[in-house]
Every structure is written in C-alpha cells, then in structure tokens.
C-alpha cells in the first residue's frame, strides 16, 4: 500500500476543528462505480445521506496503474471536507467525524490517466427500529377510479399507537396504472408508490404520530376498480390485556334485504327501468319484464376524511346526456346536500352541490359545481327529487328540497338558473315532492301540505316561466306524497301516497294546461283512479295491502312500477311481497270514470283500480337474523334475546342458547314482528324504531322514532301505543333513543326536546297521547337544551337505580353523563376519563347484574367501557383486540345482560356480541 495522507480544511471553509463523539449509530456501507479521465470526465460525484452524526470513511480503488485518482469528501451544502491526494497510493482512503447530518457527497478526480474505479463508502445512520410486534389492525378499502390524472380517492384510518403501517394496492384493469400515498394526519404526503408498472403498489411507513391517517388511491392512467389493504398499528386493548371480558359468541349477521327500492325512472334508451337501492347505497337496473341487469355501487369519486356512503334517494334518467353506450341518469343524495351525475354503466361523472373533495366533475362536459349547504342561490339542504327536461334544448334539471320549500332549477353544468315561482299556490310554505314533466314541457309537481298537484310553465330565466298555470284539486287521503311519474302519450300523472301506502291516478287533457285562465285556479288535473293492494285491487277482502310505497315509473307502453320499500317475507301470513318492485296495467278509466274513494276501509268498486304483472325478480326480503342497523336490543327472564332492527322496521326475538351465524344457520332465531306504519293512535307499526326494553311487567316496550313508547307481548302481540309529536311536556320530538320500565314507571328520553320523562305505566297504558291522558300520567319532564347542568343535548340511553332514586342520562350530543336526582330534580355532570380518553358519542348505558358499574356503548371510540356510579373510576372493558380474527368491532349503541351475568352489545357492525365478564 502506498503512502495514506488525509486533510481537514481549516475554518474558513465553516467545520470547527472539534471532534463530537458520535452518537450510538449503525453503519450503512455504500459502493460507486464509474469511470474518469484527466482529458475527457475529470471528476464524479456521489451522493449519500448520514442520518446521525460520526464517522465516515471512504475508499477508492482503480486497476490502471498508470493512473492517479484523488478523493474528495463533500459536506452538505458544499465544500470539501477531507481529500486523499497521495500521487502513489492506490486505493486512497479518508476518515471524517461528521458533525452533521444530511447528504454528504464524495468527489473522484483523476489527476492524470484515465481508469475506471470502485469507490466505497461507510457512514453512519439512525438504527433502524425493532421490529414491530405490537397489536395491529387491518382495514380494506375498495373503489373506483375513471382515468383522470386529478382524481382521487381517500380513505381513513385511525393509527392509536406509533409502529409501522403497511399497505398494498391492487387493481382489475391491467391496462390502467394507480398510484398510492400516505398521508400524515393533519395534511401532507409522508410515502408513495407511484411506480409506472408495478401492480400492486404497495408502502412501509414508520409511523411517529398517531391520530386520523389517511391512504390516497390516484388514477394516473385507465381506469379501474381497486382493493387496498392496510395494516396499522393499534393500541392494546385494556380489555384483553386487562382480563376484564372474553368474548363468549355472536348472535346475527349483516344481512340486509337485497333492495330498498326509492326513487325509480324508467330509462327510454334501453327500455329498463332504475331503481334507487337506498340503505344499499347502489342504484338498479332491471328489464320492464323485472330480470336484473345491473347494480351501480356508490362511486361520486373522492370523499374527504372517507365521506359518506351516497344514499340514492330519487333517480332520473337522462336521455340528453348519453355517455358510455345509452342515458346517463341522476341520482338525488339528501344526506350530501348533492345530486350526482353517472354513466349509462354506472360510472361518475359530476356532483353539483356539497362537495365531499375538491373534485367537482370528470371533464369539460360534466364540471359539476360547488354550493355550500344551504338553501337558494345554488345551495341545498335535502335534494330529493329530480327531473330532466327532455323538451327545450336547455334540459335543464329540476330539484326539490323540501327543507328549503322550494324547487331550483339547474343546467347540466350546475349552474344555478332559478326557482319555481309559488305565488298564488294558496300554500305559505310549500313542502314540495315528486317532480314531472309533460309532453309540452310543463313541469308538475306533488304538494306535500295541500295534497295538490301544481302545474308551471317551464323555467327560461329568473324572470320568465316557473309560475303556476294549472293545478288538481286538493285530494284528501293523498298523504305524504312521495314520487310521481308522467305517462305523457295518455296524458296520465300517478302520485305515490306513502302514509296511507296508495297510488293515485290524475288525468289532465293538454289543450286545458294552461288554458284561458292560467294559474292555480285552473283544476285541469283530475283525480281518476286509485289502487291500494299490492294486486292491484281496492281494500278487497283477504288482499294484502301495500306495505311501505315510495315511488312510481312509467314506461312507453303506459305500465307503472311501484317501489315497495318494506313488506313481508316467505314467513308471515299472506302470499309473499314487498323489498321490490311491484309492476301493474292501470284499469280502464273510462269504464269507471268517477272513483270514490270515502269509504276509505272497504271495497271501493268506483275506482278502476290495477291489474297487477309479472315482475320476474321476486321479493327481497332480509333474512332471518340479518340487520340492515340494529340499535335496541333487551333480554326477558328466559334469557332469550330482543333487538331492533331500524332500518328494516322490525323486531327480532332469539334464543341465546343457542347459535346464528350466517343466514343458512340461524337456529337461535324464533320469530319477528313489525312493519313500516304512520304513526296513529292504535297503528302497531314502527318509523325507525330506536330503543328497547324488557320491563318488569313482562312486556316489550320499543321506542319509535314516530315519536311513541310502544307495548308488546313477548310474542310481539301488540299492547298499546302512546306519544305524539311536540314540544310540549308529555309529547316527544326527535324520536325516543331511550326507554327503561322499571316499578311501575315507564322512563323515556325525548332526543329533539332534550328531555327525560317519566310516566306513570298503568296510566299511560289507558291512553293514546298526553292530550287525553288522566292526571298524573307525565310525572317528571326534566331537562332542556343546552349544556349546562340540567340541560341535555341528544340524550338517548338510561339507567335508573335499583331504589328508582336516580337516573343516570347517556348524551351523545355533549359526550357526557347527566345524573338526574329524581328526588330534587337537579342534575349532576359526569366526564369520566377511561383509560386517558373521555366519551366519545355514549349511547346505551346500564347496570350490571350486582348494580356495580355503569356499563356504557362508547361508540365513535369504537369501545365499551363501566364506570363507577360516582363517575370516578372508569375502565375499557372491550375494543377491537378483544374479538376474534374477522369479526369487527365499530361502536356498540346499547349493552344489556343475561341472567348468567354475561354482557350483550349490539354493534355497528351488524352482530350482536356476547362476552364474560372476567375482571
């Protein structure tokens, strides 16, 4: 070996001459190739990064003896640090205590000759972190993107621990090419995989924070459905590790009814009619005949912080706008303040109201818009149904929003063009409904309050059409009005009467509209038919009526399709129907044409009426054990279990000893009762059920969202019925979300009025409502809204003491406990700290079978945890960890227990859980 010479520069170049003892630090050893010439490439420079301070040492080897190379080492920044110049060494070697971190560089120069060399280099770097073996959890994600170099989509996920996160990328398409980010909570792109030929992409990423992360899935090129898959690190669970539950098994499934049909066009470019799928979040396509041909899952593109699943409540289609081979159609998102613009295949193209990302639309045709929740100018609050005009070359489309009273009137570009002019209506504010539009462009629409049909010119501009030219007169049992639909060659309007689940027939003679004297005054629209059986027949005897109608479609031959969102399943008495779509040929108006219909209870032989048609996609109905979303749920003295099913209007009675898992094992199940009913007096039907529970009377008692408590036997025979909709002490508003009935009195919150009442049970069970109630019925209204002591904000669970002394209040609304002295009728506020994290929308509340703990549904944290009854002590009883592999723990609403001391949740994954107390 030659002679090894090094050098440091002197402080003018800014390195102090002071070595610093470096920190503990691996070495990583890097190895550059290359080749110089001291007449053609004289030097080459490499660069590397040193992530913690010490040594670094550099070699330089080279096989042409003849040749003399130097090296150079480069601190970040710039400058030359330390150097091997020697004219004989080979290789030339260098030592340097680095001081800083950052990219260092070394420089290799030939001097003289030309050689190729191999230079290493080691540096030291941070350790790299312990493997992590701690508790993780496992999320996927699927979507779709169209091809668009600005689209993307997010999805969220909650990192409680710091540790490495993982996540892979896949796609169907292999002509399209997605890229994948990280991104940090807070904001902000931390780890990508954007190759432009691996599929799938897939990420590691050291996490040093925790909160909400987020993925980013970004279509560069093609376009393509996708599954990401992420892996996380979570907290463990005090739960498991504490020994305080095991789990013990689950009882139900997710099971919802294939369809939920709501709104529904039918679609001239195919001949097929749409169907909107509501709680399925997904739009239908059907043959007129009823084969199923396809199902559009929700894709509006991009959600910020994950969005919300899009709820199709009305669909039109749009034979002005055809994309990918027939119609586009539309579909009316209330819980997005938006309404969306797809495909004839099902694939986004633009949103014009609230946005749930940056991205309005796909391209110059579709841009969509922007408006912030609201109402007018543009803005929306609950857009519900919607029409295309097919008649002016504008096409312009009509929205109601019957929170905002008003239809607004829109171009395809969302521009917003105006409102429907209601001067003259005779109605102070309008609630308007279904929307329609003839043959010569008059536009027609259903009046929830007056019960009318109400005709308007067509819309040009702010300050021309849009006023009413003609109307029906108001029809009495036309109530709450959903949908209508227009046959425009018979010049017939079929309006859709949910309360009392009818169909209406109008006739309107064109040369009448508007007539010599337009406006509201002009009843050209008559009342000429009606149909209340899902035969088609009126009231007949031993026919089963119509469950729960929504909407109505019209094709070119003049059939109407009808959605029956609810009904019975193969099980109950009566011939099976409902969850579908119920087809019929109108009957001859002309061979009945004046149909009465007073006599409201029997057989109305003046009316027309249906015969209903084959529709080959029968009835739909959830499985046995299935939830669409369950919330309620009480176990009676036999151990047998009751829950609420909300969404699917119902309730289901099983046996815990035994087992039901899946739809094709479910032996636990043992009966159901319940249907989707207004609310009256002696209706037995629910809206929404919310709360349940088994009293010490023996009975069932189920809190509706139609605002009433409601008894049954524990066969599901109906008792009694008592509430109404108010403000007023005794009536409820919001619906009641919690109900204990327990000595003799029955316990009630009131979500909207912010309230906790208490009834006496005998009386209330004589009567119907607070209006006719005897003395002493309402014995306790306490609270007010607010968030003071005594005031509430969406109260929902309660538990009342063994001694019936006091009661204990779950908030949602202010993540709180209220303790109410019934005694003083004071109230005390509770904000226990579980496990160093307060409540997070707490739901159901209740006692253990010692009264010891509270055990309280603490949903958005997606645990359970019991408190103290002084709100001192509070530990986390279940999370995630505590259920096995591929059962999912998302926020348990209401918690009761068993005789066997065993604790029962009913989650918002669509299972209830049974777990043993341990700790």
């Not at 998102?333 to 639309?361: A, M, P, R, Y």
């Not at 579709?366 to 929740?373: A, D, E």
């Not at 088994?694 to 524990?714: I, L, S, Y």
């Amino acid at each position: 070996m030659g002679r090894f010479r090094w050098w440091i520069m002197s402080a003018a170049v800014g390195v102090a001459l002071m070595l610093v003892p470096a920190a503990s630090a691996d070495t990583a050893t890097q190895t550059f190739t290359g080749t110089v010439s001291s007449t053609g490439t004289v030097s080459k420079t490499f660069a590397f990064d040193v992530t913690q301070t010490g040594t670094i040492s550099a070699s330089l080897d080279w096989p042409v003896s003849s040749a003399n190379l130097d090296l150079f080492l480069v601190q970040p920044g710039g400058g030359d640090v330390a150097r091997a110049v020697s004219q004989t060494a080979n290789p030339e070697s260098l030592t340097f205590d680095a001081t800083q971190t950052g990219t260092w560089k070394i420089r290799v120069r030939a001097t003289s000759g030309a050689s190729a060399f191999t230079a290493h280099v080691s540096h030291p770097v941070i350790p790299p972190p312990p493997p992590d073996t701690g508790p993780t959890d496992t999320a996927t994600f699927t979507g779709t993107l169209p091809t668009s170099s600005s689209i993307t989509r997010t999805h969220s996920f909650d990192v409680t621990r710091t540790g490495t996160i993982t996540a892979n990328l896949d796609w169907s398409n292999n002509a399209a090419n997605f890229d994948l980010f990280f991104v940090q909570p807070g904001g902000g792109d931390v780890a990508k995989a954007v190759s432009t030929t691996a599929k799938p992409e897939q990420i590691s990423f050291t996490a040093t924070q925790t909160g909400t992360w987020k993925i980013r899935v970004k279509a560069t090129s093609g376009s393509s459905d996708y599954t990401a898959t992420v892996v996380y690190p979570v907290e463990q669970s005090s739960g498991g590790g504490g020994g305080l539950a095991t789990f013990y098994k689950s009882i139900g499934f997710s099971g919802p009814a294939g369809i939920y049909a709501y709104g529904m066009d039918w679609d001239s470019s195919d001949n097929s009619i749409l169907v909107g799928d509501y709680w399925n979040y997904r739009v239908q396509r059907f043959s007129t005949s009823g084969s199923h041909l396809a199902s559009y899952s929700d894709i509006t593109g991009p959600k910020a912080n994950g969005g919300v699943q899009s709820a199709a409540y009305d669909i039109a289609a749009d034979p002005t706008d055809v994309v990918d081979g027939g119609a586009s159609y539309w579909a009316a998102d209330q819980g997005s303040s938006n309404f969306v613009e797809f495909s004839h295949t099902g694939n986004w193209l633009q949103t014009i109201g609230k946005q749930q990302s940056s991205v309005t639309g796909t391209d110059a045709s579709h841009p969509g818009h922007s408006y912030p929740v609201g109402c007018g100018g543009g803005q929306m609050n609950i857009p519900t149904h919607i029409m295309v005009d097919t008649v002016f070359a504008t096409h312009y489309l009509y929205v109601s929003d019957p929170r905002c009273r008003q239809v607004y009137v829109f171009d395809h570009h969302g521009v917003y063009k105006g409102a429907l002019d209601w001067s003259g209506s005779g109605v102070g504010t309008p609630i308007p409904r279904g929307i329609g539009e003839d043959a010569a462009g008059h536009i027609f629409v259903a009046e929830y309050s007056s019960r009318r049909i109400f005709v308007f010119s067509p819309l040009v501009d702010s300050t021309h059409g849009g006023t009413i030219i003609a109307s029906s007169p108001a029809q009495s049992d036309l109530r709450d009005v959903r949908g209508i639909a227009i046959d425009q060659t018979s010049n017939l309007v079929y309006a859709v009467g949910a309360a009392l689940n009818r169909v209406y027939e109008f006739h309107y003679t064109p040369s009448s509209i508007p007539g010599a004297n337009p406006g509201a005054s002009n009843t050209a629209v008559r009342f000429v038919n009606e149909w209340r059986n899902s035969d088609g027949t009126n009231n007949a005897t031993g026919h089963q009526g119509f469950d729960s109608i929504r909407f109505a479609a019209v094709d070119g031959r003049g059939n109407v399709y009808v959605g029956e969102t609810w009904g019975c399943d193969a099980f109950c008495t009566g011939t099976a129907y409902g969850y579908g779509v119920e087809k019929f040929a109108p009957g001859d108006i002309a061979a009945k044409p004046n149909c009465d219909v007073s006599t409201a209870t029997t057989t109305v032989n003046t009316c027309a009426g249906a015969t209903r048609l084959s529709w080959s996609t029968g009835p739909q109905p959830p499985p046995r054990g299935g939830y669409n979303q369950q919330n309620g749920i009480a176990i009676d003295g036999s151990d047998n279990l009751y829950v609420v099913d909300t969404f699917e209007q119902r309730v289901q009675k099983f046996d815990l000893s035994s087992t039901c898992t899946t739809a094709g094992s479910c032996p636990a199940w043992m009966l159901q009762w319940g249907s989707r009913q207004p609310a009256a007096p002696t209706s037995d039907g629910f809206g929404y059920p919310r709360a349940l529970t088994f009293g010490d009377d023996g009975r069932a008692w189920v809190g509706d969202n139609n605002n009433a408590v409601m008894a049954f036997t524990t066969s599901g025979s109906f008792v009694h019925r008592f509430g109404s909709q108010g403000k007023t002490a005794g009536q409820f508003s919001g619906g009641v979300q919690g109900i204990q009935v327990v000595g003799g009195k029955v316990y009630a919150t009131d979500v909207g009025g912010c309230r906790l009442q208490v009834f006496d049970e005998t009386k209330l069970l004589s009567t119907t409502s607070i209006a006719h109630a005897p003395s002493g019925t309402l014995l306790e209204s306490l609270g007010s809204c607010g968030t003071a002591a005594g005031q509430m904000t969406a109260p929902r669970g309660i538990a009342v003491s063994p001694d019936g002394s006091t009661a204990y209040v779950a908030e949602t609304g202010t993540n709180r406990i209220t303790k109410w002295n019934l005694s003083t009728k004071t109230a005390t506020v509770i904000k226990p700290t579980c496990a160093g994290k307060g409540l997070a929308q707490p739901w159901g509340i209740t006692w253990d079978p010692s009264h010891t703990w509270l055990y309280i549904g603490d949903v958005k944290n997606a645990r359970i945890v019991r408190m103290s009854p002084d709100g001192a002590t509070c530990q986390v009883v279940v999370t995630q960890a505590d259920l096995p592999t591929g059962l999912q723990f998302q926020g348990s609403n209401f918690i009761e227990f068993d005789s066997a001391g065993r604790m029962w949740a009913s989650d918002n994954s669509r299972h209830i859980y049974g777990f043993t107390i341990t700790g």
